[in-house]
Nanobody, 114 residues
Framework: QVQLVESGGGLVQPGGSLRLSCVAS????????MGWYRQAPEKQRELVAT???????YYGDSVKGRFTISRDRAKNTLYLQMNSLKPEDTAVYYC????????WGQGTQVTVSS
């Protein structure tokens, strides 16, 4: 089992920045990839970014050039640096980890509004 706990969400003005964190615990040695999804009200869950054990990254088109995913193995922590935030980035952001199956965090709310 892998447990994931996100933090760092909140209210920010358009153009602002936030950094989300996701701390992994449990059987973390089996993790082969991690990433972030988000879900806005009445919308489908959207893939935001992924990072592999080798460090390869992928970003959704809507966040390319604005968001950066990174991982600190020593701290068992995944990050999502979000810059130039827009109102359409408002959503609940979920961390996930893949270790033979997908594990999910509880989600953290990000609200971009003036």
């Amino acid at each position: 089992q892998v447990q994931l706990v996100e933090s760092g969400g909140g209210l920010v003005q358009p153009g602002g920045s936030l950094r989300l964190s996701c701390v992994a615990s449990g059987r973390i040695f089996g993790i082969t990839g991690m990433g972030w999804y988000r879900q806005a009200p009445e919308k489908q869950r959207e893939l935001v970014a992924t990072i592999s054990n080798g460090g390869g990254t992928y970003y959704g088109d809507s966040v390319k050039g604005r968001f950066t995913i990174s991982r600190d193995r020593a701290k068992n922590t995944l990050y999502l640096q979000m810059n130039s935030l827009k109102p359409e980035d408002t959503a609940v952001y979920y961390c996930y980890a893949y270790a033979l199956r997908t594990y999910w965090g509880q989600g953290t709310q990000v609200t971009v509004s003036s």
